[in-house]
């Protein structure tokens, strides 16, 4: 194939209605699966928050690697192997890896040992309400960043299709965004929110081969001429297919790139709205066989990544890619413009609209797991668990101790008042489980509205750099107390409220003091400069402190651990014996 300079692409402005009418019906199907699943909605928090525990091993994968492949992962890495080629792919590698972590350590235990959250699962050994206040708390602030991230793609995704760079247009489709995952929420819990990722899954994955179809009939099927052709367009010749493009400068920005791997890495395990997915099968197995389908599903998708990314360099070229979007996240729905047809035909827009709007369905999904993660963590973790504390039973009546009583009417009396009691008890339970979703569906509306005003602040802010900070709050926050949970007999709860904190106040501190926030052009604040920190991603930093907290309070804590609550959890994790 003879090299020739890419055309320059530019979604034409007389289709705009057309992904209008696509956003529609993307919204429409979505809306009705969420009122069809509040329909079929049964116990209060068990179907709120789990869905009713009766998803397929098959169904579940889809949803988890719809709640795992977000827009980042749509439109950012592709994005970035179009802009820099050989490093791009080391960061989509990152992703893919991760569920080895989970697949290995987290699936069976965490299904086996809790019961909704991620503070259930150390609340089984270590039932301090300040254990499930931290544990809570940094869940919000995970899925906080997370929601943020996924807004602001919403706002400039849309801001594309409809051909203007409108702050008003950008601000707009955030609030949309915003009013969308409340009423996917409140209306429909963990059930539609499953039904919508496994829609959301199929579509992005039926999407993405479609692309790389249409691709490699351009290239014959020859895949080295794909990479010759990207790397003549690249701007940077044969070192866009060797390593040290974008991470490979100097020490400090390899260093970058290694703190950035191991977030990633290491961050899927802690993030609340993927571990809460674990929940709504019914054993352990099939949690550990929605994983291994949610391996398959993820890595397939990154394979065609690498390619749709190869291909934009290819057909457009890196420098139009900039053009159109300084980050490379529109290069998939331009490449899908070119594929089809390119600018001004109806198969090169038709494509355009279909591939934007799978993208906009999956900004959809993904918030709505999101704010479902966050207000679970909110209501179950911090409101009754934390600030209310859990339910005290009804006594049962134990009558004379060991003895058995004589007659008849002695047994049968005693009895029905075991029996009133048990009524009494899981009345007084159902009652406080109903409360505690009421409040689930109140703190979903407020965490939304927290985070569109978060943001539209953030509208400029870069979307990877939130996606990195939530994956390294999540490593270094959730996942060191996570492990020592589950591994460490000594482990107490000073250690478990250290290892949080530990974790997540240096994570968030060393960002607020990187060259994101301050001190470049492409900054949060570009006009001053009070980074003392020279890395981007905190993670290099924040989770081996994570995992040094949660030691040296174990250590230093005045309570040993009681050894008969982790031999309870050691087996129930590893059997399964008393699992919810």
């Not at 309400?129 to 919000?140: C, D, I, L, T, Y």
């Not at 790389?212 to 099927?221: E, I, K, N, S």
Request: proline share 4%; net charge positive.
């Amino acid at each position: 194939m003879r090299a020739a300079t890419p055309p320059p692409v530019a979604p034409a402005g007389d289709h705009h209605d057309l992904a209008v009418v696509l956003f529609a019906v993307i919204v429409l199907v979505t809306l009705a699966i969420t009122v069809w699943a509040g329909r079929r909605r049964g116990s209060a928090a068990e179907d709120f928050y789990a869905g009713g525990r009766d998803f397929t091993p098959l169904q579940n994968g889809f949803a988890l690697s719809g709640d795992y492949l977000s827009a980042a992962s749509f439109l950012g890495v592709a994005g970035l192997i179009a802009l820099y080629g050989y490093d791009g792919v080391l960061y989509s590698i990152g992703f893919l890896v991760a569920w080895l972590v989970v697949l290995m350590l987290v699936a069976e235990l965490v299904r086996n040992a809790g019961r909704y959250t991620l503070a259930d699962v150390l609340a089984l050994r270590l039932r301090r309400r300040k254990v499930r206040a931290a544990a809570g708390g940094a869940s919000v602030v995970v899925t906080l960043f997370y929601l943020v991230a996924q807004m602001v793609g919403a706002g400039s995704l849309v801001a594309l299709l409809l051909g203007t760079n409108s702050a008003q247009a950008r601000t707009w489709t955030i609030v949309a965004v915003g009013g969308l995952m409340i009423v996917y929420v409140t209306v429909g819990g963990m059930r539609a929110t499953t039904w919508i990722q496994i829609v959301k899954a199929f579509l992005l994955i039926a999407g993405s081969v479609l692309l790389t179809v249409l691709l490699m009939v351009r290239f014959h099927g020859d895949v080295a001429e794909l990479m010759r052709q990207a790397a003549q367009h690249s701007g940077a010749g044969q070192r866009y297919l060797e390593p040290g493009l974008k991470y490979g400068h100097s020490f400090t920005s390899r260093l970058d790139f290694f703190s950035l791997g191991l977030a990633l890495v290491l961050g899927t395990a802690g993030l609340p709205h993927i571990l809460s997915r674990f929940y709504t099968v019914p054993t352990a197995r099939a949690a550990r066989r929605s994983t291994m389908w949610a391996i398959g599903l993820v890595g397939g998708f990154y394979l065609m990544a690498i390619a749709l990314g190869l291909g934009a360099t290819a057909l457009i070229g890196s420098a139009e890619v900039r053009h159109a979007n300084s980050a490379g996240n529109t290069a998939v729905p331009l490449l899908a413009l070119v594929l089809g047809g390119g600018n001004g035909s109806t198969g090169g827009v038709l494509l355009f609209a279909l591939i934007s709007a799978i993208a906009f369905a999956t900004i959809l999904a993904v918030v709505a797991g999101l704010t479902l993660a966050s207000s679970a963590a909110f209501a179950h973790d911090i409101w009754a668990g934390a600030w209310r504390g859990r339910p005290r039973r009804t006594r049962r009546p134990r009558g004379r101790r060991a003895a058995v009583p004589a007659s008849r009417r002695a047994r049968g009396a005693l009895t029905g008042r075991l029996r009133a009691a048990e009524s009494e008890a899981e009345s007084a339970g159902a009652v406080a489980e109903r409360k505690e979703v009421g409040v689930a569906r109140v703190a979903a509306v407020g965490i939304g509205a927290v985070a569109i005003v978060l943001s539209l602040f953030a509208q400029q802010l870069n979307v990877a750099f939130l996606v990195g900070l939530a994956f390294a709050v999540a490593a270094s926050a959730n996942l060191p107390v996570l492990l020592y949970s589950l591994f460490w007999r000594r482990f107490t709860a000073r250690g478990a409220v250290w290892s949080v904190y530990g974790g997540l106040i240096p994570a968030v501190v060393l960002v607020a003091f990187s060259p994101v926030v301050s001190g470049t052009k492409v900054a949060l604040f570009p006009g001053v400069d009070f980074h003392w920190f020279p890395l981007e991603n905190p993670g290099i930093v924040s989770i081996p402190l994570g995992f040094l907290a949660g030691w040296i309070g174990t250590l230093t804590s005045p309570e040993p651990a009681d050894p008969d609550r982790y031999a309870e959890l050691e087996v129930r994790s590893l059997t399964g014996a008393g699992a919810a």
